[in-house]
């Protein structure tokens, strides 16, 4: 049986633990057009799994990521019956950041990292931007407002904008210590539901709100295979993991679908599918 490890990257928010609780989901439904297929679960991860597909399932945030890895293995076999069995370390988003600010990792998360393929995660809807003057002298033009000068503010890794933070953490991939390998890596753009109303695809919003990111892939120094996803894993607002907060608007129509499936939607470059192994598939080869 082939083994491969694929880390899921991204910083908190990111929309790591709801595509594994919706991929798990999807995959115990057993999609007739699915590129992967379930066979069965590694020891130890059933129930993990099943409270975080319980909640996709039922329409709730997750709940935060705790600072342990949940090591997550499944066996699967592609469309032409070959078995593969993936390993997935689902680590919380502070994980990351930490390592961009304090430039280190524990030894378990650097064994995880050095595996060859990635899925790097991106939030359509909590992107962090950079703040420029212009833009603040415009707005208060059209305030009618006199822009003055504010103090200095003093630098501060963990509020640099998010594109920042993914450079310097995927940079990091292909320095020491870690062995320059040939890898694959998937950018996924998760809550693509939102980014779609912008009327644009994957790759030309990559460009467009994280120019940084998509110029660093494509000058592609690592020599890696990449390619942009957008995945809508929900298929629209989630009831929040707090219940004294207000209920999500039209959630109960995400609950009446006749199928899981009916909520995904995945676009790359093949087109568009409800298929969310598609991704995986493809860094897996």
Not at 98 to 114: K, N, P, Q
Not at 116 to 141: M, P
Not at 150 to 170: F, H, R, S
Not at 258 to 283: F, Y
Request: charged share 25%; with cysteine; proline share 6%.
């Amino acid at each position: 049986m082939a083994e491969s490890a694929v880390t899921i990257v991204g910083l908190p928010g990111s929309g790591k633990t709801t595509y594994l609780a919706a991929l798990w989901a999807i995959l115990n439904e057993r999609p007739p057009n699915a590129t992967l297929r379930f066979r069965e679960l590694g020891a130890n991860d059933r129930s993990y799994l099943t409270e975080i597909a319980k909640r996709w399932r039922s329409a709730h945030e997750q709940e935060r990521t705790l600072p342990d890895i949940k090591l997550v293995k499944l066996h699967m076999s592609g469309l032409a019956g070959d078995p593969v069995s993936v390993t997935f370390p689902d680590l919380a988003g502070e994980t990351f950041v930490r390592m961009w600010v304090d430039r280190t990792c524990s030894r378990d998360v650097y064994e995880y990292l050095a595996s060859t393929g990635l899925l790097v995660f991106v939030n359509a809807d909590r992107i962090s931007q950079v703040a420029y003057i212009r833009d603040a002298a415009n707005l208060a033009k059209l305030a009618g407002e006199p822009l003055s000068a504010g103090e200095p503010a003093a630098w501060d890794a963990k509020t640099a904008p998010t594109q920042v933070q993914l450079v310097g953490l995927l940079d990091a991939l292909r320095s020491q210590p870690f062995e320059e390998k040939r890898r694959r890596v998937a950018i996924v753009v998760s809550a693509w539901d939102r980014a779609e109303e912008e009327g644009t695809v994957p790759e030309k919003f990559l460009a467009g709100r994280m120019p940084l990111l998509a110029q660093y892939m494509r000058q592609n120094l690592a020599g890696w295979d990449w390619r942009v996803y957008g995945v809508s894993a929900q298929g629209g607002e989630f009831d929040p993991a707090d219940s004294s907060k207000p209920r999500a608007p039209n959630v109960e129509r995400l609950r009446e679908l006749p199928t899981l499936a009916e909520r995904i939607k995945v676009v790359g470059p093949d087109g568009q599918s409800n298929d969310l192994t598609e991704p995986l598939a493809w860094v897996l080869g």
